[in-house]
């Protein structure tokens, strides 16, 4: 007669997995990589404006992953943990770097394989503007946007990771957002639609 308990579920979901992981079965992580790595290399992407560097991030996420493997508690949400990891890969990318633009702000963004609408239309006029003005905003300021956004995580779970409440991260994210309506309307002459 077989265990059920040693009987892995046919789709486990990314905290099951991350379980296993944790457990020594490193061969799982692959498949954490390939569900989320699309989606760190977007957030990436629009947060250091350098896919080269990006695609090192979404690695060393990984690396970071396996290495503070320990750490998973049973219970948690595995995509703000993921996130979390991934914001100290980044805070640790830009220490030390100058806190400015790139030197060409109009640049286009480099390409991020995502499955949302947006990156369908990337080469649509607004998309161009769009990501113009993002590059205008501070680094900090960009983050909070693509944790909100991109990371799709909720306010408290932003809070957690930036060390503040639900309620600072919805000033920051809506302080933000001016600022991004603002700098889309300078670059593009018209208001966000």
């Not at 308990?5 to 992981?21: I, K, S, W």
Request: net charge negative; proline share 7%; aromatic share 8%.
């Amino acid at each position: 007669m077989t265990d059920p308990a040693a009987v892995a579920a046919p789709n486990p979901d990314d905290a099951e997995l991350m379980g296993q992981v944790r457990s020594g079965e490193l061969d799982r992580l692959s498949e954490l990589f390939e569900r989320h790595h699309r989606r760190l290399l977007g957030f990436f992407v629009r947060l250091v404006r350098d896919r080269e560097a990006a695609e090192d991030l979404v690695q060393e996420v990984f690396v970071r992953l396996l290495k503070y493997r320990r750490t998973w508690r049973d219970g948690a949400e595995f995509t703000p943990w993921l996130f979390g990891i991934a914001r100290n890969a980044a805070v640790d990318h830009f220490r030390g770097r100058p806190r400015e633009l790139p030197e060409n702000p109009e640049a286009p963004e480099p390409e991020a394989p995502t499955e949302s609408p947006v990156d369908r239309v990337e080469r649509d006029e607004r998309e161009r503007f769009l990501h113009a003005a993002l590059a205008r905003l501070r680094p900090e300021r960009r983050e909070v946007l693509m944790l909100a956004r991109f990371g799709e995580l909720r306010y408290d779970r932003i809070g957690e990771l930036l060390g503040c409440s639900s309620g600072a991260v919805k000033v920051r994210v809506h302080r933000a957002l001016k600022e991004l309506r603002e700098a889309y309307q300078t670059v593009s002459g018209e208001a966000i639609p």
